[in-house]
């Protein structure tokens, strides 16, 4: 078929509506039609809005609507707000929330002609690693479906790459959206933060949550942060940045490109694959002219130490709204206020997020701020100060995004420090603000029974340089293709 | 080494944040917080005396607009997702109840 969603990119299928050669009603219905079959097992999404999807594509068809996303089929995280279907965070508490606005990223997707498709699986409220902690199931990695996604924003990622929709919104507070894109073999970017409105965003660390987009092309990628950045007087932290176009320039290689490399990223704790796959790029991108440098990040170590509590000291105070009396669930028998919003809270909130509310309250507490959350502000000035000086050496730095593939359901669940540590390549730039994107590069040798899993390297650029950024993620995929693999996928029993 | 978490400061965390947590639940969380605090401590070994604190990514302060008035949401999209109400109003239980809090 000419248009395979396994075989086609989300740029193609935009050029091929726009000449005429396929209808968008016929995308939007292969991609339910693969929806309908492998869903049921991956549980990448928990909502879909077919008949809505499909009257929209016929709207498309129609010539009522222009744009550079005009019947493209989109998933979004569901954390975001639209104004149909639920706004759950894959959270009991939000089980039945119906957002009366609508996400300022989802707006302008749509006003660019995008169609959403439907609302896809998260780590409750955007807090986890592996997309195990959702009220509503797991979501199964399609490379291995005993193996997680990565999270948190894991529904998206798997969305991707199983070819379940060409593009998809995640939102990025500690590597929700790069982690995930590594562990199931997709692009994830999360750009700098203020270039991505978070209007209609649930908050769950504000100075870190950045939205941003996943797709099978560094390429398409561009497209969908051309379409999705720039500021919104409904986010005074959002920005008028420069640094476009994104898509238009991206085929033209950098010259006298400087890539650093930071010893402080690699680890011998790191699964084998990891050092592989990054030896393999410094190899391709000496092939493409580049100079390697050396670069010194001392305080990566203390990067998850610092995220841990900045993160979950923001959460216990945007969690606080959750009081069973304006919104979200309620419980009944109550005794009073403060026995409704404790029994409201604690019926409504799965483990991780009763874990790190308790923690983030904890590090503001009176007796404990200035030896933890006060301290972590100033470790996370010096991790800033790391990323400063490298800069000054290089263009973007090449490392890891997770210490290995794609980890077993149910491995780290009981361990949440371990889980945490699994961010251990991504917080540190969502700390310094700066934007990072992970791309594929190949994946694990099957050996001893263990199946082929997706492996990836992370790019981390300056603030506001994404265009550089994707120029350099673009040269390396365009030598390698490692981004044209695809998993086999398995119906449900 | 920090010092060890007590079942009591759970207890008192849990409070602050208004969650409620049964026996079984208060040493499960203690033991799991004690891990992760125990690890985060590591930020003690660093010398900071003299380090700015960063609370922002961006060099941005406040962001303002002009003070005009503008339309706001309608009271009923605003009670949608109530799970209680009396309109215009947000129902709640007594405040000052005869309850274990009271």
Same mark, same amino acid.
């Given at each position: 078929?000419?248009?395979?969603p396994t075989q086609?990119?989300?740029?193609n299928?935009?050029?091929?509506i726009?000449?005429?050669?396929?209808t968008?009603v016929?995308i939007v219905?292969?991609?339910?039609?693969r929806?309908e079959?492998?869903?049921p097992?991956l549980?990448a999404?928990t909502q879909i809005f077919?008949?809505?999807?499909?009257?929209?594509?016929q709207r498309?068809?129609?010539?009522?609507?222009?744009g550079?996303?005009?019947?493209?089929?989109?998933?979004i995280?569901?954390?975001m707000?639209?104004?149909?279907?639920?706004?759950?965070?894959?959270?009991?508490?939000?089980e039945?929330f119906s957002?009366p606005?609508?996400a300022?990223?989802?707006?302008?997707?749509e006003?660019?002609g995008?169609?959403?498709?439907?609302?896809?699986?998260?780590d409750?409220?955007a807090?986890?690693s592996?997309?195990e902690?959702?009220a509503f199931g797991?979501t199964r990695?399609?490379?291995?479906?005993?193996r997680v996604?990565?999270?948190?924003?894991?529904?998206?990622?798997?969305a991707v790459?199983?070819d379940?929709?060409p593009?998809?919104?995640?939102?990025d507070t500690?590597g929700?959206?790069?982690?995930?894109?590594a562990?199931?073999?997709?692009?994830?970017?999360?750009?700098?933060?203020?270039?991505?409105?978070?209007y209609g965003?649930?908050?769950?660390?504000?100075?870190?949550?950045?939205?941003?987009?996943?797709?099978?092309?560094?390429g398409?990628?561009?497209?969908?942060?051309?379409v999705?950045?720039?500021?919104?007087p409904l986010?005074?932290t959002?920005v008028?940045?420069?640094?476009?176009?994104?898509h238009?320039?991206?085929?033209?290689p950098v010259?006298?490109?400087?890539?650093?490399?930071?010893?402080?990223?690699?680890?011998?704790?790191?699964?084998?694959?990891?050092a592989?796959?990054?030896d393999?790029a410094?190899?391709?991108?000496?092939?493409l002219?580049?100079?390697?440098?050396e670069?010194d990040?001392?305080?990566t170590?203390?990067g998850?130490?610092?995220?841990?509590?900045?993160?979950?000291a923001e959460?216990?105070?945007?969690l606080?709204?959750?009081?069973?009396?304006?919104?979200?669930?309620?419980a009944?028998?109550?005794?009073?206020?403060?026995?409704l919003?404790?029994?409201?809270r604690?019926?409504?909130?799965?483990?991780?997020?009763?874990?790190?509310i308790?923690?983030g309250?904890?590090?503001?507490?009176?007796?404990?701020?200035?030896a933890?959350y006060?301290r972590?502000?100033k470790v996370?000035?010096?991790i800033?100060?790391?990323?400063?000086?490298?800069?000054?050496?290089?263009?973007?730095?090449l490392?890891?995004?997770?210490?290995?593939?794609a980890f077993k359901?149910?491995?780290?669940?009981?361990?949440?420090?371990?889980?945490?540590?699994n961010?251990?390549?991504?917080a540190?730039?969502?700390?310094?603000?700066i934007?990072?994107?992970?791309?594929?590069?190949?994946?694990?040798?099957?050996?001893?029974?263990?199946?082929?899993?997706?492996?990836?390297?992370?790019?981390?650029?300056?603030?506001f340089?994404?265009?550089?950024?994707?120029?350099?993620?673009r040269?390396?995929?365009?030598?390698?293709n490692?981004?044209?693999?695809?998993?086999?996928?398995?119906e449900?029993? | 080494?920090p010092?060890?978490?007590s079942?009591?400061?759970?207890?008192?965390v849990a %409070?602050?944040?208004r *969650?409620? &947590?049964?026996?079984? +639940?208060?040493e499960?969380f203690?033991?799991?917080l004690e891990a992760?605090?125990e690890?985060?401590? %590591?930020l003690?070994? *660093?010398d &900071?005396d003299g380090? +700015?604190?960063?609370?922002?990514?961006?060099?941005?302060?406040?962001a303002l607009r002009?003070d005009e008035?503008?339309?706001?949401?309608? &009271?009923a999209?605003?009670?949608?997702?109530?799970p209680?109400?009396?309109?215009?109003?947000?129902?709640?239980?007594?405040?000052?109840?005869?309850?274990?809090n009271a």
């Amino acid at each position: 078929m000419a248009w395979d969603p396994t075989q086609t990119t989300l740029v193609n299928l935009r050029d091929a509506i726009a000449g005429s050669q396929i209808t968008s009603v016929q995308i939007v219905q292969q991609y339910l039609d693969r929806v309908e079959r492998y869903n049921p097992k991956l549980n990448a999404f928990t909502q879909i809005f077919a008949d809505q999807a499909l009257q929209r594509a016929q709207r498309v068809d129609a010539g009522d609507h222009a744009g550079p996303l005009a019947g493209i089929p989109i998933a979004i995280k569901d954390n975001m707000c639209t104004p149909y279907g639920r706004t759950t965070c894959s959270s009991r508490i939000l089980e039945d929330f119906s957002a009366p606005y609508t996400a300022t990223a989802v707006e302008k997707l749509e006003a660019a002609g995008a169609i959403v498709l439907g609302k896809t699986n998260l780590d409750e409220f955007a807090m986890g690693s592996s997309t195990e902690h959702s009220a509503f199931g797991t979501t199964r990695n399609p490379w291995s479906t005993d193996r997680v996604p990565g999270g948190s924003s894991g529904g998206s990622a798997v969305a991707v790459a199983a070819d379940l929709a060409p593009g998809a919104l995640g939102s990025d507070t500690g590597g929700s959206i790069r982690q995930p894109a590594a562990l199931c073999g997709v692009v994830g970017l999360k750009p700098t933060y203020g270039r991505v409105s978070r209007y209609g965003l649930v908050a769950f660390a504000s100075s870190l949550d950045q939205i941003g987009p996943f797709a099978h092309t560094v390429g398409d990628a561009a497209l969908l942060l051309e379409v999705l950045c720039g500021p919104d007087p409904l986010d005074s932290t959002s920005v008028d940045a420069p640094g476009g176009p994104f898509h238009a320039n991206l085929d033209q290689p950098v010259d006298g490109l400087r890539l650093g490399l930071s010893n402080q990223y690699l680890s011998d704790a790191n699964h084998p694959s990891v050092a592989g796959a990054i030896d393999e790029a410094v190899e391709v991108f000496r092939g493409l002219g580049a100079q390697i440098v050396e670069v010194d990040l001392p305080h990566t170590e203390y990067g998850i130490a610092t995220y841990y509590i900045v993160a979950t000291a923001e959460a216990s105070s945007n969690l606080a709204r959750y009081d069973g009396v304006r919104y979200g669930r309620r419980a009944d028998d109550a005794e009073d206020m403060i026995d409704l919003y404790c029994r409201s809270r604690s019926q409504g909130f799965g483990d991780e997020v009763k874990r790190r509310i308790m923690l983030g309250t904890y590090v503001l507490s009176s007796g404990y701020y200035d030896a933890y959350y006060l301290r972590a502000l100033k470790v996370r000035r010096l991790i800033k100060q790391d990323f400063d000086g490298a800069f000054e050496k290089c263009d973007a730095i090449l490392c890891p995004t997770s210490t290995g593939p794609a980890f077993k359901i149910g491995e780290k669940t009981s361990d949440p420090l371990a889980m945490y540590l699994n961010d251990i390549y991504t917080a540190t730039a969502n700390l310094a603000g700066i934007p990072g994107i992970s791309i594929p590069a190949g994946h694990t040798k099957p050996l001893n029974g263990d199946p082929k899993l997706p492996v990836s390297i992370q790019l981390l650029g300056p603030l506001f340089d994404e265009a550089r950024l994707l120029r350099i993620a673009r040269m390396y995929e365009a030598a390698t293709n490692h981004h044209l693999a695809r998993p086999e996928l398995a119906e449900a029993d | 080494m920090p010092e060890k978490l007590s079942e009591e400061q759970v207890r008192h965390v849990a %409070k602050l944040c208004r *969650l409620t &947590v049964s026996d079984a +639940e208060v040493e499960h969380f203690r033991e799991q917080l004690e891990a992760i605090l125990e690890y985060i401590d %590591k930020l003690s070994a *660093l010398d &900071v005396d003299g380090v +700015e604190p960063m609370a922002h990514a961006l060099d941005v302060t406040n962001a303002l607009r002009p003070d005009e008035p503008s339309v706001g949401m309608a &009271v009923a999209d605003v009670l949608a997702n109530a799970p209680k109400k009396s309109p215009p109003f947000f129902q709640v239980p007594k405040v000052l109840g005869e309850g274990r809090n009271a």
